[in-house]
């Protein structure tokens, strides 16, 4: 079965994604935090679902990460957008995972598929991210200063995005210096 309770909740999180990126252009900063820790806790509930009531699809194996990966994006282009985060670190971040599609898709069409799995590092950045947003978010729709807080974030955002990129091309690099057969 492809339609399944978390898969549901996983598509609702991924019809979120433009409510949010609405909420944050139009200045609802309080609206836009409260979806974003909406978000968070589907996450945590179809994840929970899934595994709780034996519920795991290869449908939900890939639709989980996209979702995740829509809602990051989201939020940090539509925080961009409005100036409240520096547009290189959008850059950036949106960067890496451009990076990692374009990688995984060249190697498709060079018939040498990848396997990409997630890395230490980047689960790492991926919670830094999540935490880095939900400050912003929080102090701007609540408003009160987290400068100190935001800063320190950010660049621990910007530097294991970095890191990040330097496993990820490692790994591709050795997979398409790997001989036919050969594990990559």
Same mark, same amino acid.
């Given at each position: &079965?492809?339609?399944?309770? @978390? ?10 994604? @433009? ?6 252009? =139009?200045? #609802?900063? +309080?609206?836009?935090?409260? $979806? ?13 679902? =899934? !595994? ?5 699809? #290869?449908?939900?194996?890939? /639709?989980?990460?996209? =979702?995740? !990966?829509?809602?990051?994006? =989201?939020?940090?282009?539509? /925080? ?5 985060? @520096? ?16 990688? *995984? &898709?060249?190697?498709?069409? /060079?018939? +040498? %598929?990848?396997? *990409?799995? @997630?890395?230490?590092?980047? !689960? ?12 912003? /978010?929080?102090? $701007? ?7 100190? *807080?935001?800063?320190?974030? &950010? ?14 091309? +490692? ?11 050969? %594990?990559?």
């Amino acid at each position: &079965m492809i339609v399944n309770l @978390p898969n549901v909740v996983t598509i609702a999180r991924i019809l979120l994604v @433009p409510v949010l990126v609405w909420a944050i252009a =139009a200045n #609802e900063m +309080r609206l836009a935090f409260l $979806l974003f820790l909406a978000a968070g806790l589907s996450d945590a509930i179809d994840g929970f679902l =899934a !595994k709780r009531f034996g519920m795991t699809t #290869e449908f939900g194996a890939h /639709l989980d990460p996209l =979702a995740d !990966k829509a809602l990051i994006i =989201a939020i940090f282009v539509g /925080l961009g957008m409005v100036g409240a985060i @520096p547009l290189w670190l959008v850059i950036l971040v949106v960067s890496r995972d451009v990076l990692i599609v374009a990688a *995984v &898709m060249f190697t498709l069409l /060079l018939g +040498r %598929p990848i396997k *990409v799995r @997630p890395l230490w590092v980047s !689960k790492l950045n991926t919670v830094v991210q999540i935490v880095f947003a939900s400050v912003v /978010l929080a102090a $701007l729709g609540f408003g009160f200063d987290a400068q100190p *807080v935001q800063a320190v974030l &950010m660049y621990l955002v910007a530097a294991l995005t970095l890191v990040s990129i330097g496993f990820y091309t +490692r790994e591709w690099v050795h997979h398409m210096n790997a001989t036919e057969g050969e %594990p990559g």
